[in-house]
């Protein structure tokens, strides 16, 4: 089940429809509670454990847009060394992005930039990783921006928007309304965890 967000005037991810987000997790919990019960089977085949990584990291995102970040940290976590066991730096890298979303919303920004920043050099040595990196630049302006750093927050999401606009992404727009937020100052209301 898809659900539809929202960016707020603090560019934090909201969900439009929080009753469809709680029917949406309680879909999840159902999934992933058959997923592990899968993974344990004596006859589970070879596709369960990326189904319980992805059922992980659905539950993980979709707390994360409930405000519940405690479990919703816990269980990035849990999807990045279940990823890393299969092998898929890809899904790791998207499951350590959305645990740095996590932290930034905690108020938590120096730990949320060191997750943003070990993605970025995880980029120089695996380029498969590059399809990510307008997100990882968007993150860590929106991060910096929350941090109170004005400067490095227009550098980065500048470089985001470079990225996305050669590409004509549809995220164009959203990366130049996050930029008019930024250089307009600082957010509004002090970081509250």
């Not at 930039?113 to 929106?142: C, P, Q, S, T, W």
Request: aromatic content about 4%.
């Amino acid at each position: 089940m898809a659900i539809k967000t929202f960016t707020g005037g603090d560019l934090e991810e909201r969900a439009a429809d929080p009753e469809a987000l709680r029917a949406a997790i309680a879909q999840c919990r159902r999934d992933l509670a058959i997923a592990r019960q899968r993974v344990k089977a004596p006859d589970a085949g070879k596709d369960w454990p990326g189904i319980e990584a992805r059922e992980v990291g659905r539950l993980a995102d979709l707390l994360r847009l409930d405000g519940q970040r405690a479990e919703s940290e816990a269980l990035f976590v849990e999807a990045i060394g279940l990823w890393a066991g299969l092998g898929k730096a890809r899904a790791g890298a998207l499951a350590r992005l959305r645990l740095a979303q996590v932290c930034r919303a905690d108020g938590r920004c120096d730990e949320a930039r060191a997750h943003l920043d070990a993605l970025f050099e995880a980029m120089v040595d695996d380029e498969n990783l590059n399809i990510y990196k307008d997100f990882v630049l968007y993150h860590r302006g929106v991060t910096a921006w929350r941090a109170g750093r004005q400067e490095s927050a227009i550098e980065d999401l500048s470089a985001a928007l470079a990225i996305r606009a050669a590409e004509a992404s549809k995220l164009t727009a959203t990366t130049e309304e996050a930029l008019r937020i930024v250089r307009a100052g600082p957010p509004a209301t002090p970081e509250e965890p």
